[in-house]
């Protein structure tokens, strides 16, 4: 009996250990994504993707851990959006640890919830250019309209996010007037653009009813980490003026070598990028070859037209493969510009210094000094006479007895049949003066 007993208490113990536990910190089903980066297309794609692991996994919190200083204002429309088509069961969370500044804001006010730590700012929002401008009147006016928006989605105040985006709105308690709202810890809390002050992650956590480290994130692929490196506006033309310069240093040397191998990894980094990204389309890959076909039949059909095409092409095709068409272009003249200093330095550095630029520049020259002329003096003619067989207006011919000469007349006309004296011999140039 008593083994019997043992027996049924060993049996019952097994089949506990297979049932499901109650949810433990290992089990809750909470996702914890980064931002801790420039805003960009590549960005995108890593929160997509996360967000989509996070969905089929069946999360009940989405908490994005936000320090940014913001980035493409595309980018960030897209990631917003992206956010609202998350299923309403699951509850969005941004947790800003230091910055959440221009479109980190504007991300954040897509999220049901916001927290942020003590020291943590929130806003600054306006659209700056390359050169350090704010934008114009238009993409002004569009930013303003998208922040007011993006506070409505969760019945915050819209003026707060429009005084972020310009300093037009008055908010005198918040900000002096005519300048850019940021939002402090405290204030955020005061005008409902936050629900409290946390000092990390793991107190958010509690604060939601979970204890401990066991939440989940998604690791960056590599993918995701190069298409963040290659779509980021500083990189960009870094990438292209490596490609342009490289490219022009093999045209100029024999053969195919390093300087085309690196012109044409860097061209095909920034197009893998920005493909990955869901920038550079299949109409922009078709482009780049044939612009690629184009350049290579230029070295067998004559006129240059095919060469001219095909660099069109393929400049064509960069400026169509980023998401902002004038950012692209400006930032091929930045690359072309560059790769045109660089090389100038590069030759005038190292030109007679390395033998490989030796391949570009004719150091050997047929100066006198080394013994080359171009035109024999003729010494001996000086003071020799002769007689003009043509009117010298101010050059003709002249007979020295038997040799015909080609003259310059000293003065500026000697009229035919006229004696002559020689009276200078500079290569080709023989002047000669009435008698």
């Known amino acids: 009996m008593k083994r019997i007993a043992i027996a049924f208490f060993v049996l019952t113990t097994a089949i506990l250990s297979m049932l499901p536990a109650e949810a433990s910190n290992q089990d809750m089903n909470v996702y914890v994504i980064p931002i801790k980066e420039d805003i960009s297309s590549g960005l995108y794609v890593y929160l997509n993707r996360a967000i989509h692991e996070a969905e089929e996994n069946g999360a009940e919190v989405i908490i994005f851990e936000m320090d940014t200083n913001g980035g493409a204002v595309n980018a960030a429309i897209d990631i917003g959006n992206r956010i609202l088509k998350i299923d309403k069961d699951i509850k969005t969370v941004t947790l800003i640890h230091s910055r959440s500044i221009s479109a980190g804001a504007y991300i954040a006010l897509h999220t049901d919830e916001i927290y942020m730590t003590p020291n943590a700012t929130m806003g600054a929002a306006a659209i700056i250019d ?172 004559p006129g240059g037209i095919a060469g001219i095409l095909g660099i069109v092409a393929v400049i064509g095709s960069i400026i169509i493969a980023g998401q902002n068409v004038l950012q692209m272009a400006t930032s091929v003249i930045i690359a072309l510009f560059l790769a045109g200093v660089a090389f100038i330095i590069l030759i005038k550095v190292f030109g007679k210094k390395m033998k490989f630029f030796k391949k570009f520049i004719l150091t050997d020259s047929t100066n006198t000094e080394s013994g080359y002329v171009s035109n024999v003096n003729r010494l001996d003619l000086i003071g020799r006479e002769g007689i003009t067989m043509t009117d010298l207006r101010p050059s003709g011919t002249v007979k020295v007895d038997d040799e015909r000469l080609d003259v310059v007349a000293e003065g500026s006309f000697i009229e035919k049949n006229t004696r002559v004296k020689i009276i200078k011999a500079e290569g080709s140039r023989i002047v000669v003066r009435e008698l």
């Open 130 to 301: 390359q050169s350090g401008n704010t934008a114009g009147e238009k993409a002004d006016s569009m930013w303003i309209a998208a922040m007011e928006g993006a506070a409505k989605q969760h019945n915050r105040d819209p003026e707060v996010s429009k005084a972020m985006a310009t300093g037009t709105v008055d908010l005198p308690e918040l900000k002096e007037n005519g300048k850019l709202l940021t939002l402090n810890a405290d204030s955020a809390l005061k005008v409902g653009y936050s629900e409290g002050t946390l000092q990390d992650i793991d107190e958010l956590l509690a604060h939601f009813g979970y204890e401990g480290d066991g939440y989940k994130t998604v690791p960056k692929t590599f993918a995701n980490s190069l298409a963040q490196f290659v779509t980021n506006p500083v990189v960009v033309p870094i990438l292209l003026s490596i490609a342009s310069l490289g490219l022009v240093l093999e045209l100029y040397s024999p053969g195919f070598g390093f300087p085309g191998g690196m012109g044409i990894g860097a061209l095909l980094l920034f197009f893998y990028g920005h493909y990955i990204a869901g920038l550079a389309g299949y109409e922009s890959l078709i482009l780049l070859i044939l612009g690629i076909g184009l350049i290579v039949a230029e070295f067998f059909l």
